[in-house]
């Protein structure tokens, strides 16, 4: 039981130690919330999924070897997780499409190596995955609006307007 709440918990609190580092360097996560949510509910789902991810790495890091790498996939994954909100600032759309995105590849590999060991930690998995793949979604959906070929239109129309 201690190894289930140790597992949970080193995830929010390497995240509360970033966060606490990047305050003393000037440095606000921002957190993704959709449809005219609040930006801390957006923090909450976040931050709630990381205990998710640690409690799954539990659950499969002990079953051999194919449970190790499993358990490596969802530390990276828990890596990506912790450093994103940080990292958002300085990206424009295109580049915070991409991260986004890679993050959600990296969570899909991971479920899918944590299923083949233990399809219960891949199921406490899926709220967290979820949120990332409707931020990546949303995120690149929004991009792809106003980028070429269709930011182009949008573009000219504003264009050929007489001044």
């Not at 239109?153 to 307007?161: F, K, V």
Request: net charge positive; glycine share 12%.
């Amino acid at each position: 039981m201690l190894g289930l709440v140790l597992s949970g918990a080193l995830p929010l609190s390497l995240f509360v130690i970033a966060n606490g580092l990047a305050e003393l360097n000037g440095i606000v996560p921002l957190f993704f919330a959709p449809f005219g949510l609040p930006g801390w509910f957006g923090a909450a789902v976040h931050i709630a999924s990381l205990p998710l991810f640690g409690v799954a790495r539990w659950m499969v890091a002990d079953r051999g070897s194919d449970g190790r790498h499993a358990g490596w996939w969802l530390v990276g994954l828990m890596a990506g997780s912790i450093t994103l909100p940080f990292l958002v600032t300085p990206l424009d759309s295109l580049m915070l499409s991409l991260v986004a995105m890679a993050l959600l590849v990296t969570a899909l590999s991971a479920i899918l190596r944590v299923a083949k060991v233990s399809p219960k930690a891949a199921l406490i998995m899926l709220p967290g995955v979820f949120w990332m793949g409707l931020s990546a979604f949303i995120g690149l959906s929004l991009l792809a609006g106003w980028a070429p070929p269709f930011g182009l239109t949008n573009h000219n129309g504003q264009a050929m307007q007489p001044n």
